[in-house]
């Protein structure tokens, strides 16, 4: 119905609300099949050597098969009729879950790759639906720091995080829908930026992210690079590697050595012998520096 629909932002970045996007059912579905698959893992602090909870990639995350099962399948077409784009542009949902004190940064969802983001692939990330899974009472917020909208200076009603800039609190099954790039799909909207605020103390919180492509997307759920080049897809990798978790978590960092290749490659020193970086410096593994 639009009478849920409640405009968040109505430009720079174009962002709004759905409440009641999923029923309570979907809600549990999802998380009931996402909980046995979640990969866990804890960040070293660089500052401390202490293991901290993080909800960085590299933890509580796991991807869902386009059209996986009918529940899935139902949830794809209800996002391609709000969004007007074709089911076969987005990439399989991905279920997050973050513990108290954990948090995502602000990032863009575009991709600021030219290989990821051509015609041939897809064309570039255009839309994200986040859509909110279980009620989350202090924290949590997805906020839009950069945003033209107004934001809640001083609605104690959001956490500090949020006050930064206009957010969404997380209500079970309401979904949030922002545009990356401009109405023509030819600039990324860098005011897109946004992150998810950290979850209260003791709180948990599920969110469910699709990602929908200008173009038809019929790739897996990682970045992929050209024939010969071997990078980091993430730009925390440095410093996840510094810490330890090629290590610790080699399943994200450096894959598993059959179908996933892993995130972090070039800091890990995993990359094959004479592969490039995408900037076209060579990818040196310790093999090729000593």
């Known amino acids: ?137 202090d924290g949590g917020e997805t906020v839009f720091p950069e945003t033209t909208a107004k934001p809640h200076v001083g609605d104690e009603r959001y956490s500090a995080c949020a006050r930064r800039g206009v957010a969404v609190k997380p209500r079970r099954g309401d979904a949030l829908l922002f545009w990356s790039m401009d109405e023509t799909f030819t600039r990324v909207d860098h005011k897109s930026l946004h992150g998810g605020c950290p979850v209260g103390a003791g709180g948990v919180k599920w969110s469910m992210t699709k990602w929908i492509h200008k173009g038809a997307f019929s790739r897996g759920h990682k970045m992929k690079f050209p024939e010969g080049v071997c990078d980091d897809e993430d730009a925390n990798c440095a410093g996840w590697a510094k810490s330890g978790e090629c290590e610790k978590n080699p399943a994200y960092m450096t894959g598993d050595g059959r179908e996933n290749d892993g995130h972090c490659a070039f800091s890990c020193g995993t990359c094959p012998r004479g592969s490039k970086r995408l900037d076209g410096t060579a990818a040196a593994t310790p093999a090729d520096a000593g």
């Open 1 to 137: 119905a639009l009478s849920a629909l409640a405009t968040l932002s109505a430009s720079s970045p174009r962002a709004y609300v759905y409440r009641g996007f999923l029923t309570d059912a979907e809600c549990d579905h999802f998380i009931a099949r996402a909980s046995p698959k979640l990969a866990k893992s804890n960040v070293v602090d660089t500052d401390t050597g202490e293991g901290v909870p993080s909800a960085i990639r590299t933890s509580d995350g796991m991807f869902f098969d386009r059209g996986e099962d009918d529940v899935v399948d139902a949830v794809e077409r209800r996002i391609s009729a709000w969004t007007r784009l074709p089911t076969e542009n987005g990439e399989g949902m991905q279920v997050l879950r973050y513990a108290g004190g954990q948090k995502y940064d602000a990032h863009l969802d575009a991709f600021v790759d030219k290989f990821n983001a051509d015609d041939a692939h897809g064309g570039q990330r255009v839309a994200t639906v986040l859509m909110y899974l279980n009620d989350v009472d």
